[in-house]
């Protein structure tokens, strides 16, 4: 291999790896300075540190709201993803590995809301929840996101692939029952396939803006994402905010930025099983 | 028989949930936005009622300029970013999986890695990036770049979204490439086909439906734009209330309270969004060898 081969193809590397750390490297460092210096000093180096300080603003201001907004994230994300990972197991497993009359019907509707964008659901869902007095509760916000076309499908080509029919067959004749079988055994072979589709859920409701900005009113029922919207808009009437949504940001974002880059293979496993097939 | 009761039992949940939370709202919203409120009594304070207005509604919003305006803006986004983005995201992914790249482990976490900062967060990042006098890009270069002014602010739009999505479908397009058989390349090679030549005549075709599934994905994502031109809205005034068809039916239903319109867009979109996915599977499916 040619050496200006090899240094063209670094340098192009090197070129867009810092267009995608440049933004993060900016946070970290105007989270460690004051209001002032924000304004007054280079965003490009430190001035006047004082991490600490406003990482203690951050937890402290409004009494804490902060970590409510966290807590309720990690609500609606947790629980939101290990639920629809389980239902969407249990659906695309069905479609693999049984056969019913409706079975190309179901997965075709699977296939449909894939394409839906659900910001087109949120609305007629904000109406139908305040008819049933749920609007601006956990539910609201909760319920929506157990359903994931996209885990179904997933899982039913995971499934497909690697489920085999001996095992469920053998487990039959042991006298185990469906549920039995597909929680002890199915659920353990499917393991890939169910990191995948939790990861994608986990991170398709922390992503979620326009569902809870629609549902929500009471702000300590806030995800974070619209806890630190707020903070920023309100930031003209209360200069401090400007460096809470700072400070907010770097801790919301440096956790899952960490997890992204370990958990990395799994993305790749899962989606190879989407996109040869697709 | 048995059979039949577990296919139910593993079916349900999802079923139940997916009519609750899918098809009920669809048609509800379906419902609403052929629905007008009437005032009755005098000067309409008699009280609200809900008569059939048929297309009515579809015929105001797509009357209305400020939504087709949005409409356009987010068409003319699309035919921009979602082609340099994913163009961007092959060449990221065919580079690292030449025989040329280094730190291939490195390179690969930071490009994937703003996919796990929600599009709220990375606009109000990006928010500071653009502000001016907190700029560090105006004050690299010395002057006072207008990132948000009625020209530009688009784009700047289009560069967050491109930030945000480009390194995850670079490893969508990563696993693709992974899945290829490797004795293709050897007998690429034998041909005497070089890195270049073995880019674009044996892989670029390979990962074709990768390619596919992540230009589907991105159009859909385009249409439902809102998070960030609702973010930036507090920082330019080129930003207004209708400035993409989300929203637009936002500010219909939370502002106007006109929930019929409100769901007349939201129904428009979703139709756009079906006709160009579909209409894109169709173009590219058509030319399949």
Redesign the interface.
């Given at each position: 291999m040619k050496t200006t081969t090899k240094i063209t193809v670094t340098a192009v590397l090197c070129v867009a790896a810092l267009y995608f750390l440049i933004p993060v490297y900016w946070l970290v460092i105007a989270s460690t300075k004051d209001t002032g210096g924000l304004y007054s000093s280079s965003g490009w180096w430190l001035f006047n540190p004082q991490l600490i300080d406003n990482l203690a603003r951050v937890f402290t201001y409004n009494d804490g709201i902060f970590l409510r907004w966290v807590g309720n994230t990690l609500l609606y994300a947790g629980v939101g993803a290990t639920l629809s990972t389980w239902v969407a197991a249990a659906c695309g497993y069905a479609l693999a590995k049984f056969r019913f009359r409706g079975r190309e019907t179901v997965f075709n509707l699977v296939l449909g809301g894939v394409l839906v964008p659900f910001t087109a659901l949120a609305l007629p869902l904000y109406l139908l929840f305040s008819q049933l007095g749920l609007a601006n509760t956990v539910f609201a916000v909760l319920l929506p996101c157990l359903v994931s076309p996209f885990g179904v499908y997933l899982c039913r080509i995971y499934a497909d692939a690697a489920v085999p029919d001996e095992l469920l067959e053998a487990g039959r004749l042991d006298g185990a029952s469906e549920a039995r079988i597909f929680h002890t055994v199915v659920l353990r072979m499917m393991a890939p396939a169910l990191v995948t589709t939790f990861l994608f859920e986990f991170v398709g409701i922390w992503n979620n803006y326009f569902l809870p900005l629609v549902m929500l009113s009471d702000t300590s029922l806030y995800p974070l994402t619209l806890g630190l919207s707020l903070w920023q808009s309100t930031s003209d009437r209360e200069p401090v905010l400007t460096q809470l949504t700072i400070g907010g940001a770097l801790v919301s974002v440096v956790p899952l930025m960490i997890a992204m880059v370990f958990l990395q293979r799994f993305w790749r496993g899962g989606l190879t099983e989407g996109s040869v097939k697709g | 028989m048995?059979?039949?009761?577990?296919?139910a039992?593993?079916?349900a949940?999802?079923?139940v949930?997916?009519s609750?939370?899918?098809l009920?709202?669809?048609g509800?919203?379906i419902y609403?936005s052929m629905t007008l409120v009437e005032r009755t009594g005098p000067l309409g304070f008699g009280g609200a009622e809900q008569v059939f207005g048929g297309l009515t509604n579809y015929l105001w919003a797509l009357q209305e300029p400020g939504f087709l305006a949005g409409l356009g803006r987010i068409l003319l986004f699309g035919a921009v970013q979602v082609p340099v983005m994913i163009a961007?995201a092959t060449v990221?992914a065919l580079?690292?999986d030449?025989?040329?790249?280094?730190?291939k482990g490195?390179?690969?976490?930071?490009?994937?890695?703003?996919?796990?900062?929600?599009?709220?967060?990375?606009s109000?990042?990006?928010?500071?990036?653009y502000m001016p006098?907190?700029?560090?890009f105006s004050?690299?270069l010395g002057v006072e770049i207008d990132f948000l002014g009625q020209d530009t602010v688009l784009w700047s739009i289009a560069n967050i979204v491109t930030?945000s999505f480009a390194?995850?479908n670079m490893?969508?397009i990563?696993?693709?490439l992974?899945?290829i058989d490797p004795s293709l390349y050897e007998s690429a090679r034998m041909d005497g086909a070089n890195?270049w030549q073995l880019a674009w005549h044996v892989k670029l075709p390979l990962i074709r439906?990768?390619l596919?599934?992540t230009t589907?994905f991105s159009i859909?994502g385009t249409?439902?734009l809102?998070?960030e031109p609702?973010?930036l809205k507090?920082l330019s005034t080129a930003i207004d209330a209708r400035y993409t068809p989300?929203l637009s039916?936002?500010s219909e239903?939370?502002v106007n309270n006109d929930?019929g319109l409100?769901?007349a867009q939201?129904?428009l979109?979703?139709l756009t969004?079906?006709v160009l996915?579909f209409g894109f599977l169709k173009l590219v499916g058509r030319r399949a060898p």
């Open positions: - | 048995r059979n039949r009761l577990a296919v039992g593993f079916l949940p999802f079923l949930l997916f609750a939370f899918f009920v709202p669809i509800y919203s609403r961007a990221l580079l690292l030449s025989a040329s790249a280094r730190w490195f390179f690969r976490a930071t490009y994937f890695l703003p996919y796990g900062i929600p599009g709220v967060l990375a109000i990042l990006w928010g500071f990036l006098g907190v700029s560090p004050e690299l930030w390194g995850y490893l969508v990563t696993a693709q992974n899945a890195a439906p990768a596919v599934l589907v859909i249409l439902q809102f998070a609702m973010v507090e989300n039916a936002y239903a939370f929930y409100a769901a939201a129904v979109l979703a969004a079906f996915s």
